[in-house]
T-cell receptor, first 116, second 113 residues
Framework: AQSVTQLGSHVSVSEGALVLLRCNYS??????LFWYVQYPNQGLQLLLK??????LVKGINGFEAEFKKSETSFHLTKPSAHMSDAAEYFC??????????????FGKGITLSVRP | ETGVTQSPTHLIKTRGQQVTLRCSSQ?????VSWYQQALGQGPQFIFQYYREEENGRGNFPPRFSGLQFPNYSSELNVNALELDDSALYLCASSSLGPTDTQYFGPGTRLTVL
């Protein structure tokens, strides 16, 4: 079964600083990986996803993530944090075992705070 | 394009009661997945419906059940509510395929007293 580990529950950065949110996965098959963002009192919005092909994936709002198979990682980065980036971030892996449209297995999430 | 909508927004129930949550999928999507998000946790997969049939289930007891209708909207029913059922319930719609993006609704916040 797939699993996702997000190290640390809270990350705080200054506005304009680099954002790095870590995600490691466990999967017995080539994974499909996702990053979602959740703003207060809202549902989840897809930031980016990796399926196949280029291992550096660019998403919305200036975020990107790199799939590293050897490290089983899919860390999320943004060169310069903005106040509006403050939110909860979830890494997820798609479980291919169920076939059809697969379930997502999420990590526990990381709260990103941005200091002025 | 209409996004995923859920109703109600908030709900308060007492232990032992039953609850029905509703989800309208995004136009063009035929698959609905339900997730439970406890406070401070990531969402957990409950089950998925594709063309009105259950298509995968997570580690949830049978008192969690669902329906999908011909227009692809969906219901989540929970019987014999327990305190631990208090959570945000998220619905996600998508097209068929493991790489297709799941689009989430805003969720229903259920509180069980």
């Amino acid at each position: 079964a797939q699993s996702v580990t997000q190290l640390g529950s809270h990350v705080s950065v200054s506005e304009g600083a680099l954002v790095l949110l870590r995600c490691n996965y466990s999967s017995s098959v080539p994974p499909y990986l996702f990053w979602y963002v959740q703003y207060p009192n809202q549902g989840l919005q897809l930031l980016l996803k990796y399926t196949t092909g280029a291992t550096l994936v660019k998403g919305i709002n200036g975020f990107e993530a790199e799939f590293k198979k050897s490290e089983t990682s899919f860390h999320l980065t943004k060169p310069s944090a903005h106040m509006s980036d403050a939110a909860e971030y979830f890494c997820a892996v798609s479980d291919l075992g169920t076939g059809a449209n697969s379930k997502l297995t999420f990590g526990k999430g990381i709260t990103l705070s941005v200091r002025p | 394009e209409t996004g995923v909508t859920q109703s109600p927004t908030h709900l308060i129930k007492t232990r032992g009661q039953q609850v029905t949550l509703r989800c309208s999928s995004q136009s063009g999507h035929n698959t609905v997945s339900w997730y439970q998000q406890a406070l401070g946790q990531g969402p957990q997969f409950i089950f998925q419906y594709y063309r009105e049939e259950e298509n995968g289930r997570g580690n949830f007891p049978p008192r969690f059940s669902g329906l999908q209708f011909p227009n692809y909207s969906s219901e989540l029913n929970v019987n014999a509510l327990e305190l631990d059922d208090s959570a945000l319930y998220l619905c996600a719609s998508s097209s068929l395929g493991p790489t297709d993006t799941q689009y989430f609704g805003p969720g229903t916040r259920l509180t069980v007293l």
